[in-house]
């Protein structure tokens, strides 16, 4: 069984930049959400895609998109991208909606805005 | 508004036994997470309460009440290994947002 993959690993991007990170979703699993973490902080949630719509959004702009593929593998798109960007983006796969399912978490991606 | 409150670090010796608390502030409270997540690392799923009461699952147990707003993480037998940080999630709303705490850095000494 195939874990969950994030790609790429490290990304850096200046200013004004647009981005989108990739997760591959973990075998027979239909929801994929998406993180953010800080440094030293807890992940905070950006969306959450069940069978390919977004179903929960966390307080992000809406320069922050996603979508969900049919084979449940999902992208995060960030455009217009700014300093606070910085970060660790998680993403994590479940059977079912996330909150009342175990969810697998990728490795994360690094993003450094300068 | 949603919050959720937990220490910032706790220390503890090799083999002993300890808790870390989490409570929160919701409405619409659907359950309670526990994740760990080693420096450089991906969180891995602990345990989930959505009822009060206490779930054990090997050396670590996690506890609800849900009228006290508060629940906690067991760790029992200590091992070096279990040096991480540890984090309470809570479900709040039919949204399905899962709202994270800052975490708690668990130290171990020998």
């Known amino acids: 069984e195939t874990g969950v993959t994030q790609s790429p690993t490290h990304l850096i991007k200046t200013r004004g930049q647009q981005v989108t990170l990739r997760c591959s979703s973990q075998?027979?699993?239909?929801?994929v959400s998406w993180y953010q973490q800080a440094l030293g902080q807890g992940p905070q949630f950006i969306f959450q895609?069940?069978?390919?719509?977004?179903?929960g959004r966390g307080n992000f702009p809406p320069r922050f998109s996603g979508l969900q593929f049919p084979n449940y593998s999902s992208e995060l798109n960030v455009n217009a991208l700014e300093l606070d960007d910085s970060a660790l983006y998680l993403c994590?796969?479940?059977?079912?909606?996330?909150?009342?399912?175990?969810?697998?978490f990728g490795p994360g991606t690094r993003l450094t805005v300068l | 508004g949603q919050s959720l409150e937990q220490p910032s670090e706790v220390t503890a010796v090799e083999g002993a036994i300890v808790q870390i608390n989490c409570t929160y502030q919701?409405?619409?409270?659907?359950?309670l997470s526990w994740y760990q997540q080693h420096d450089g690392g991906a969180p891995t799923f602990l345990s989930y309460?959505?009822l009060d009461g206490l779930e054990e699952t090997g050396r670590f147990s996690s506890f609800l009440s849900r009228s006290d707003s508060y629940g906690y993480l067991l760790l029992q037998e200590l091992q070096m290994k279990d040096s991480a940080s540890y984090f309470c999630?809570?479900?709040?709303?039919?949204?399905?947002?899962?709202?994270w705490g800052a975490g708690t850095k668990l130290i171990i000494k020998p």
């Open positions: 895609y069940y069978r390919e719509e977004e179903n």
């Open positions: 075998s027979g699993h239909n929801t």
């Open positions: 919701t409405s619409g409270f659907y359950g």
């Open positions: 994590a796969s479940s059977k079912g909606l996330a909150g009342d399912n175990e969810q697998f």
């Open positions: 309460n959505g």
């Open positions: 999630a809570v479900r709040f709303d039919s949204n399905y947002q899962l709202i």
